[in-house]
């Protein structure tokens, strides 16, 4: 089942795409059953907490313009926020040299009383409060667990109210026990905006949209695509309302990941028709050449992308060499998302650096476009040897991943982005670096620069190698002897 | 019915009592819970309690049950089973605390079978119920402490005259809860006392085991820790005293006196104890004066904390800085019956200003604008100004457009780093005479 506009509230990964987070091989099997739709989830004995989809909707939502969200849940669902808001929209306020403001979440909420007596009133007044304070241009509702369970029919007061205040007011079906993949949380964030903000147009103009969390490294691409005479469109973090209704314009799309833009970019191409460029990221050295190739090829615009890769080769062909040869021998530990964990996997190819194992915080078998394309990441890794590369896929299942990287061979740096994985690796004495969510990875330039990253990295180790030392093991030592390597279920599939 | 909040400055009980068992030694959460719930609201503490990330078997690291759709159906009580077996194999502790969440209380899986089946092999575990809709992060602070001294531990025969233990400082919720708790403790160790702070790195799962033989339980708040005390008396016979957590030479000297005046400790010792202290922090804080008088440091300020430190930050700002009080807001969400409780102290103290109970973060903003007079003109006006601010970082914006300063010292704080830094006692008024002078000459 593909992204369905019609609806409330959008289908979760796991049906609409397959998606698993139980997994232990390589990357080779993993995408090969994922091609041929034959991947099965497995369970777990043992599970460590993760993230829910109400988080991610919540945090993307909020960086919305100046849209106001009612948060329709207890109080403690939105209290992580404040991450969000820092990392989301004052962060990218300072890069798009804005003055920041606050996240504007309010809560219900949600009492014992009103489980039993029903929130719907309250989330009446809490509408109309929001209104009232802020006049928002948008307001956007996300339901939540308990708002769920008690059966509440929390889209006909949204329909009400919109018609009540004349403003758009926007609705996100976000339990976080509909999904066990956060992520999901993104295709209630499209999924809202999409039915909400978007707008339909005749005409095309020459820009190409992203889809990210952030408009962070967008030096890094921007000036390529104004060479194809195109100028990029951002829907991330505080984007415009404008820019949201200037998407269908658009000539194209693509996304900083499966996981995060998928949803919004199968819907741009489905409602629009906006061609959606998902069989590659623009990502190191080889996404690179590979995603402006298809670019170009769409564009009509080969000559000029034969010329961009050209130059970019040899611009960064010494420094690249030089890197090549300081990391000669080095070997690396990767846990990202989806899309990023395959990405870094073959960026650490292209570095010379060995891979011992990649973890994936979920995998998509496919993305939400509407043509049988080829998946970004899956049919890339085969072709670029990465074939028997070991793999796992947790959704963020950090005492597992701990175990995987104590029980395999020692790796020389972990890559890896929140989720506690580097805080772990850098408690057993392994530094780690950050494997950044965004353009920046974009093209040779970025190849060499995180090549140089590690370099840095590796030269002063005092930091961790001390806080190794005095590395307490959470396993008890029954367990340590067993070196087990993750807690899936043997052999017992599961697809529920 | 029950408002909406704005911004909370809290999470929800199970947050409470999540950051609780993470800050504790040897105790090991399990959390009966949909996947997501523990993950963000340990985003809520470990990044913007001062950076205090994680720990063992805290953060992201907590056992959950994870439960999902099927789960609400057919109930989870099987999936918590496989849980705990799980987490006994694998897992180094002294106790395992099973906590909940709204979804499992709403389907109201039997956790009380489940957990008794463990129990009675022995096994070191108790429940909780922390759902979010139960209350804030206070209120899980209170419930899942009752659970482990007050239904969890047995009473004792034999009491330590000598030993006390120390409620009311909310890990993490009160950013400073370590630097603070280490500063009581090593004045009451001056005392001859021994003390349980149950959340500084000193402590072991011992300190937990030895709480019922407590002479004394010292609650440094008038809200937090209260029911838990008073519960505390009835199971285990040890007597309370409810008291603010001291800020400054001042409030320390009395704190101290208190405390001792309860425990027979001879006054002798009290006055030793404080005389050696005031000693040194005079020679620091007399030092001070060549600043103060040389950059007319004089402001009129305004409090932004929770109900455990808003009064104590204001009395020593009013009575040992020597500033023109303006607003004290209590910023958490607080239950009717807490709020005389803080009234009485506000008055007992007899300080400036106007206490208000204000949790939504534009409303505090508000106020404090309309404290500040536009200037009419006239050179002899007095506007009101300048301000300081101590509050939160959610105050920043305000004390950066309409403040000449301020200091964030209550949750959430995410601008600064807080390690063993706290502001109780002597060395904590010390700190804070340090870091609110920091903040005015930083531009320097």
Redesign the interface.
């Given at each position: 089942m593909a992204v369905n506009l019609n609806t409330p509230g959008c289908e979760i990964k796991e049906r609409r795409l397959g998606s698993i987070t139980g997994y232990f091989g390589t990357i080779g099997d993993m995408t090969r059953k994922g091609c041929e739709g034959c991947l099965k989830n497995k369970k777990r004995c043992f599970t460590t907490v993760s993230q829910c989809s109400h988080y991610e909707a919540l945090g993307q939502l909020a960086a919305v313009d100046d849209a106001v969200i009612i948060d329709h849940a207890p109080v403690g669902c939105s209290a992580g926020q404040v991450c969000f808001n820092r990392i989301f929209n004052l962060n990218v306020s300072k890069m798009i040299g804005e003055r920041g403001r606050n996240f504007r979440i309010m809560s219900t909420d949600i009492k014992e009383s009103d489980t039993v007596f029903g929130g719907l009133a309250k989330l009446r007044k809490t509408i109309r409060k929001a209104y009232d304070r802020y006049h928002p241009s948008q307001i956007y509702v996300v339901t939540s667990c308990v708002s769920a369970i008690i059966g509440e029919d929390a889209n006909s007061v949204v329909e009400e109210m919109q018609e009540e205040l004349g403003i758009p007011i926007g609705f996100a079906a976000s339990e976080g026990i509909k999904s066990k993949i956060w992520a999901s949380g993104y295709d209630d964030y499209s999924h809202a905006v999409a039915r909400t903000i978007l707008k339909d147009s005749d005409e095309r103009e020459n820009i190409i949209n992203y889809v990210g969390f952030s408009p962070l490294g967008k030096e890094y691409i921007e000036g390529f695509f104004e060479r194809l005479g195109y100028k990029m469109n951002f829907l991330t973090a505080r984007a415009k309302t404008e820019d949201y209704e200037r998407a269908s314009k658009a000539v194209a799309s693509f996304g900083q990941c499966g996981a995060q833009s998928s949803y919004l970019c199968g819907a741009l191409e489905k409602r629009f028709g906006v061609k959606y460029f998902q069989s590659h990221f623009p990502y190191g050295g080889i996404g690179f050449e590979r995603f402006f190739r298809e670019v170009g090829e769409y564009l009509g615009k080969q000559d000029e992308v034969e010329e961009i890769i050209r130059e970019e080769r040899e611009k960064y062909a010494d420094r690249l060499e030089r890197v090549r040869e300081q990391l000669k021998g080095k070997k690396v530990f990767i846990a990202l998302g989806a899309t990023f964990a395959y990405e870094y996997t073959r960026i650490a190819g292209e570095l010379g650096l060995g891979v011992i194992h990649t973890v994936a915080y979920h995998y998509d078998p496919r993305l939400d476009n509407i043509t049988d394309e080829r998946v970004a990441a899956a049919v890339d890794a085969i072709e670029s040897g990465l074939e028997n590369v070991s793999t796992s896929v947790n959704d963020s299942q950090q005492m597992e991943t701990l175990l995987t990287m104590r029980n395999l061979e020692k790796p020389d740096v972990v890559i890896s982005r929140v989720h506690e994985t580097a805080p772990w690796s850098m408690k057993i004495g392994i530094p780690a670096v950050t494997g950044s969510a965004s353009l920046n990875l974009v093209g040779y330039r970025a190849l060499v620069e995180f090549g140089e990253r590690i370099v840095e990295e590796l030269k002063n180790k005092n930091f961790v190698t001390k806080l190794g030392k005095n590395f307490k093991s959470p396993f008890t030592e029954e367990y340590e002897q067993l070196k087990q390597l993750h807690f899936l279920q043997g052999g017992k599939e599961d697809v529920e | 019915?029950?408002?909406?909040?704005?911004?909370?400055r809290?999470?929800?009980?199970?947050?409470g009592a999540l950051a609780v068992l993470s800050s504790m030694p040897g105790v090991i959460p399990i959390?009966h819970t949909?996947?997501?719930?523990?993950?963000?609201?340990?985003?809520?503490t470990a990044?913007?309690s001062g950076y205090c990330?994680?720990s063992?078997?805290s953060?992201?690291?907590?056992?959950?049950?994870?439960?999902?759709?099927?789960q609400?159906i057919f109930g989870g009580g099987n999936r918590l089973k496989?849980?705990i077996?799980?987490?006994f194999?694998?897992?180094?502790g002294d106790l395992f605390v099973v906590t909940t969440g709204?979804?499992t209380e709403?389907?109201a899986d039997d956790l009380y079978s489940v957990v008794k089946e463990f129990e009675d092999e022995g096994k070191p575990i108790l429940y909780v119920n922390t759902?979010?809709?139960?209350g804030?992060?206070y209120v899980g602070y209170d419930l899942v402490l009752d659970g482990i001294f007050n239904n969890y531990l047995k009473p004792v025969k034999k009491k330590d005259p000598t030993l006390v233990n120390i409620f009311g400082v909310v890990p993490l919720l009160d950013p400073f809860f370590r630097g603070d708790l280490e500063e009581i403790k090593r004045l009451l160790e001056k005392l001859g006392l021994k003390v349980n702070t149950f959340f500084t790195a000193d402590q072991t799962f011992q300190n937990i085991k030895s709480a019922p033989k407590a002479a004394l339980n010292i609650v440094l708040s008038r809200t937090h820790g209260v029911k838990l005390a008073k519960e505390f008396e009835k199971k285990h016979k040890t007597p309370y005293l409810i008291t603010d957590i001291p800020v400054g030479a001042e409030q320390t000297d009395e704190f101290l006196k208190l405390v001792a005046s309860r425990l027979d400790v001879e006054k002798k010792v009290v006055n030793k104890v404080i005389n050696e202290e005031n000693k040194n922090y005079y020679s620091y804080v007399e030092r001070l004066a060549d600043l103060i008088c040389d950059s007319e440091f004089k402001f009129y300020y305004h409090v932004v904390s929770n109900s455990s430190t808003a009064l104590p930050y204001a009395e020593f700002l009013e009575k040992e800085l020597g500033w023109i009080p303006e607003n004290i807001f209590i910023s958490e969400?607080l239950k009717k019956r807490d709020i005389p409780g803080i009234e009485e102290a506000f008055a007992q103290k007899k300080l400036g200003g106007q206490l208000i109970f204000e949790p939504h973060?534009?409303q505090i903003q508000r106020k404090m604008t309309e404290t500040m007079v536009r200037s009419n003109g006239s050179f002899y006006q007095n506007t009101h100004t300048p301000v300081y601010v101590l509050g939160s970082t959610?105050e920043k914006?305000f004390i950066q457009k309409s403040a000449s300063g301020g200091l964030y010292v209550s949750y959430?704080v995410?601008n600064r780093v807080v390690l063993d830094r706290g502001y109780a006692g002597y060395r904590g008024g010390l700190h804070l005479f340090e870091d609110i002078f920091s903040s005015l000459v930083a531009g320097r």
């Amino acid at each position: 089942m593909a992204v369905n506009l019609n609806t409330p509230g959008c289908e979760i990964k796991e049906r609409r795409l397959g998606s698993i987070t139980g997994y232990f091989g390589t990357i080779g099997d993993m995408t090969r059953k994922g091609c041929e739709g034959c991947l099965k989830n497995k369970k777990r004995c043992f599970t460590t907490v993760s993230q829910c989809s109400h988080y991610e909707a919540l945090g993307q939502l909020a960086a919305v313009d100046d849209a106001v969200i009612i948060d329709h849940a207890p109080v403690g669902c939105s209290a992580g926020q404040v991450c969000f808001n820092r990392i989301f929209n004052l962060n990218v306020s300072k890069m798009i040299g804005e003055r920041g403001r606050n996240f504007r979440i309010m809560s219900t909420d949600i009492k014992e009383s009103d489980t039993v007596f029903g929130g719907l009133a309250k989330l009446r007044k809490t509408i109309r409060k929001a209104y009232d304070r802020y006049h928002p241009s948008q307001i956007y509702v996300v339901t939540s667990c308990v708002s769920a369970i008690i059966g509440e029919d929390a889209n006909s007061v949204v329909e009400e109210m919109q018609e009540e205040l004349g403003i758009p007011i926007g609705f996100a079906a976000s339990e976080g026990i509909k999904s066990k993949i956060w992520a999901s949380g993104y295709d209630d964030y499209s999924h809202a905006v999409a039915r909400t903000i978007l707008k339909d147009s005749d005409e095309r103009e020459n820009i190409i949209n992203y889809v990210g969390f952030s408009p962070l490294g967008k030096e890094y691409i921007e000036g390529f695509f104004e060479r194809l005479g195109y100028k990029m469109n951002f829907l991330t973090a505080r984007a415009k309302t404008e820019d949201y209704e200037r998407a269908s314009k658009a000539v194209a799309s693509f996304g900083q990941c499966g996981a995060q833009s998928s949803y919004l970019c199968g819907a741009l191409e489905k409602r629009f028709g906006v061609k959606y460029f998902q069989s590659h990221f623009p990502y190191g050295g080889i996404g690179f050449e590979r995603f402006f190739r298809e670019v170009g090829e769409y564009l009509g615009k080969q000559d000029e992308v034969e010329e961009i890769i050209r130059e970019e080769r040899e611009k960064y062909a010494d420094r690249l060499e030089r890197v090549r040869e300081q990391l000669k021998g080095k070997k690396v530990f990767i846990a990202l998302g989806a899309t990023f964990a395959y990405e870094y996997t073959r960026i650490a190819g292209e570095l010379g650096l060995g891979v011992i194992h990649t973890v994936a915080y979920h995998y998509d078998p496919r993305l939400d476009n509407i043509t049988d394309e080829r998946v970004a990441a899956a049919v890339d890794a085969i072709e670029s040897g990465l074939e028997n590369v070991s793999t796992s896929v947790n959704d963020s299942q950090q005492m597992e991943t701990l175990l995987t990287m104590r029980n395999l061979e020692k790796p020389d740096v972990v890559i890896s982005r929140v989720h506690e994985t580097a805080p772990w690796s850098m408690k057993i004495g392994i530094p780690a670096v950050t494997g950044s969510a965004s353009l920046n990875l974009v093209g040779y330039r970025a190849l060499v620069e995180f090549g140089e990253r590690i370099v840095e990295e590796l030269k002063n180790k005092n930091f961790v190698t001390k806080l190794g030392k005095n590395f307490k093991s959470p396993f008890t030592e029954e367990y340590e002897q067993l070196k087990q390597l993750h807690f899936l279920q043997g052999g017992k599939e599961d697809v529920e | 019915m029950s408002s909406y909040i704005e911004k909370p400055r809290t999470t929800c009980s199970l947050g409470g009592a999540l950051a609780v068992l993470s800050s504790m030694p040897g105790v090991i959460p399990i959390s009966h819970t949909a996947s997501g719930c523990a993950g963000n609201l340990s985003n809520a503490t470990a990044f913007n309690s001062g950076y205090c990330g994680s720990s063992y078997c805290s953060g992201q690291n907590v056992p959950v049950s994870n439960i999902g759709e099927f789960q609400v159906i057919f109930g989870g009580g099987n999936r918590l089973k496989e849980e705990i077996e799980s987490t006994f194999e694998l897992l180094e502790g002294d106790l395992f605390v099973v906590t909940t969440g709204c979804m499992t209380e709403i389907i109201a899986d039997d956790l009380y079978s489940v957990v008794k089946e463990f129990e009675d092999e022995g096994k070191p575990i108790l429940y909780v119920n922390t759902p979010s809709f139960e209350g804030d992060a206070y209120v899980g602070y209170d419930l899942v402490l009752d659970g482990i001294f007050n239904n969890y531990l047995k009473p004792v025969k034999k009491k330590d005259p000598t030993l006390v233990n120390i409620f009311g400082v909310v890990p993490l919720l009160d950013p400073f809860f370590r630097g603070d708790l280490e500063e009581i403790k090593r004045l009451l160790e001056k005392l001859g006392l021994k003390v349980n702070t149950f959340f500084t790195a000193d402590q072991t799962f011992q300190n937990i085991k030895s709480a019922p033989k407590a002479a004394l339980n010292i609650v440094l708040s008038r809200t937090h820790g209260v029911k838990l005390a008073k519960e505390f008396e009835k199971k285990h016979k040890t007597p309370y005293l409810i008291t603010d957590i001291p800020v400054g030479a001042e409030q320390t000297d009395e704190f101290l006196k208190l405390v001792a005046s309860r425990l027979d400790v001879e006054k002798k010792v009290v006055n030793k104890v404080i005389n050696e202290e005031n000693k040194n922090y005079y020679s620091y804080v007399e030092r001070l004066a060549d600043l103060i008088c040389d950059s007319e440091f004089k402001f009129y300020y305004h409090v932004v904390s929770n109900s455990s430190t808003a009064l104590p930050y204001a009395e020593f700002l009013e009575k040992e800085l020597g500033w023109i009080p303006e607003n004290i807001f209590i910023s958490e969400a607080l239950k009717k019956r807490d709020i005389p409780g803080i009234e009485e102290a506000f008055a007992q103290k007899k300080l400036g200003g106007q206490l208000i109970f204000e949790p939504h973060a534009t409303q505090i903003q508000r106020k404090m604008t309309e404290t500040m007079v536009r200037s009419n003109g006239s050179f002899y006006q007095n506007t009101h100004t300048p301000v300081y601010v101590l509050g939160s970082t959610f105050e920043k914006s305000f004390i950066q457009k309409s403040a000449s300063g301020g200091l964030y010292v209550s949750y959430p704080v995410y601008n600064r780093v807080v390690l063993d830094r706290g502001y109780a006692g002597y060395r904590g008024g010390l700190h804070l005479f340090e870091d609110i002078f920091s903040s005015l000459v930083a531009g320097r």
